[in-house]
Nanobody, 122 residues
Framework: QVQLVESGGGLVQAGGSLRLSCAAS????????MGWFRQAPGKEREFVAA????????YYADSVKGRFTISRDNAKNTVYLQMNSLKPEDTAVYYC???????????????WGQGTQVTVSS
């Protein structure tokens, strides 16, 4: 089992940048596929990005492709989400997630963090 703690959220103006971090507990972090999801008020949670155990394979939602970058540092048990060119519609609570199921995609995540708020002002 893994425990996930997100950080790095905040208030930023449109066009700005933020980097989210997700620190994982446990000694098997490198075996997990990691993902980021978000949930805006009144909307369902949606997939943002995923990365495989090695960091070599990534997958993004169309809405963030070219603006967001997911990465990981297995030595630090941490996954990151670099968010550039932020838009007001990126405002949401961002969640880190982990899974042991194969596949760099949006499905099958077993473990979730508590979330961090990102607010983009226009």
């Amino acid at each position: 089992q893994v425990q996930l703690v997100e950080s790095g959220g905040g208030l930023v103006q449109a066009g700005g940048s933020l980097r989210l971090s997700c620190a994982a507990s446990g000694r098997t972090f490198s075996s997990y596929t990691m993902g980021w999801f978000r949930q805006a008020p009144g909307k369902e949670r949606e997939f943002v990005a995923a990365i495989d155990w090695s960091g070599d394979n990534t997958y993004y939602a169309d809405s963030v492709k070219g603006r967001f970058t997911i990465s990981r540092d297995n030595a630090k048990n941490t996954v990151y989400l670099q968010m550039n060119s932020l838009k007001p519609e990126d405002t949401a609570v961002y969640y880190c997630a982990a899974k042991t199921v194969r596949g760099v995609n949006s499905a099958g995540y077993q473990y979730w963090g508590q979330g961090t708020q990102v607010t983009v002002s226009s």
